[in-house]
């Protein structure tokens, strides 16, 4: 029997890198894909944006095919699809795979509630539509690694934890959404996926999403950022987002596996790299290319205690302290010495071929992809 999915979030970073290998997998006969718009015009405007990004000469008729798309929003009733097409999905999937997030470190608690808790909640009541009806197999949702709490320490795929002090509301409503869904092992044939940090594709440095590490990074090449709060060997778990969406794919098929499992999708200790080593790979990068002002801006570059930054946020003004204060909310990844171990995750990736890479490997392709774009805004302009 060939495999039918519902994806959430196939516009976003996570779900829109799957999306490809969705639909060139000869096992799967459907796609169906739940996106936020008001036509239908819009909705694949929106996919199809999105997958000319990230799978370059794509066959449009073999999407058209496969997919189809329906408008709606996780954060409403019966996930915002009319009775018959929530009843037709639910009828017909035998997976479904809940990428779809708000990912703002700026967001109220409230907002990010709404589509990383709430959101979740109503696709888990979908997937139990989905289970009565007899064909589900699995279903995939896609938490982070940093639902720990703001803490040091190495944290374990099968740890359990009671989460606190978070570093912000995407944090803290990733916990509330995991614990919520870790609560539905013994009622859904759920798999729970945990990457870290998630950049571009490691083979060409492609991103739909310039965040995260993307912002401090852009700063320093630019000059703009002098001072890091934080310590130069505070570890970072860094993750490309090729291995991530290929670890999911290769996991969530795989029929020897059972459910009620969690993945680390994370470099792990062998593979984690200190914020040093980043500034100094980032200035290797300059000097390959020959960027000497870029070279001279990153090579000035300091970390400093979060105290210490504090006072330098208040000792300057305008557009500076602005920058700073933005650079502020990066600080609990930059100061807190964390590891997540990957067990489960490297026993069931051997002999795969797929191997967690280390930054030092593909750093290149990510900046060269960076600087190349203007970090995204000619893909903007062009789009």
Known sequence: MKKSIFLTGSTGL?????LPLLIKDADISKLYLLVRGKTSGEIREK???TICKTFPGFDAQQVNDKVEIFSGDVTS???GLSNNDY???SDKATHIIH??????FLQSLESARKINYGGTKNVMKFAEAANNSGNLKRVAYISTAYVFGNKSGTFYEDQSYAGSGFANSYERSKFEADRYVRSLFNRLPLTIFRPSIIVGNSYNGVTTA???LYVPLELIFRGLLNFIPGHKNTLLDIVPVDFVVNSISKILF???FNTGNIFHLTSGKNNSISAGEIIELAMRYTKQVKDAYAYSNISKVKFVSLNAYKELINAVQGSAQKLYQAMEIFAPYLCVKRLFDNHNTEVALKNTGIAIPSFKNFYYNLFDYCVSTNWGRTLRNAA
Not at 99 to 104: D, E, F, M, Q, W
């Open 99 to 104: 990428s779809a997030a708000n990912v703002s």
């Open 47 to 49: 996919v199809f944006k």
């Open 77 to 79: 009733e019966n996930l």
């Open 210 to 212: 310039f965040n995260v």
């Open 14 to 18: 996570v779900g829109g890198n799957l």
């Open 254 to 256: 795989n029929n020897n």
């Open 87 to 89: 009843k037709l999905i």
